[in-house]
Nanobody, 117 residues
């Protein structure tokens, strides 16, 4: 059973940076595409970024050029480096593991990111 544990959220001023991390356990890391999603109050959960086992990334238009997702297949961890943060980036950020064959989805507990002055 896949377990995902996020860390690194917090309060940051507009224009600042945060780095989120997600530790993976319970299965074979290489057979999962990893992703970050976020959910703001009153809004649906939305995709932020994904990364394949080979390191190919995909980003939501709203974060392109500001966020960077990385993957460490030895440590079984993914990170999300968030720069030039805006108040509209405020949300709970969730780590996601998507099985590449069966497309079963696993979620972390979420970490709060608040961008405010």
């Amino acid at each position: 059973q896949v377990q995902l544990v996020e860390s690194g959220g917090g309060l940051v001023q507009p224009g600042g940076s945060l780095r989120l991390s997600c530790a993976f356990s319970g299965s074979t890391f290489s057979i999962y595409r990893m992703g970050w999603y976020r959910q703001a109050p009153g809004k649906q959960r939305e995709l932020v970024a994904t990364i394949t086992n080979g390191g190919s990334t995909n980003y939501a238009d709203s974060v392109k050029g500001r966020f960077a997702m990385s993957r460490d297949n030895v440590k079984r961890r993914v990170d999300l480096q968030m720069n030039s943060l805006k108040p509209e980036d405020t949300a709970v950020y969730y780590c996601n593991a998507d099985h590449v064959v069966f497309h079963t989805m696993s979620w972390g507990q979420g970490t709060q990111v608040t961008v405010s002055s």
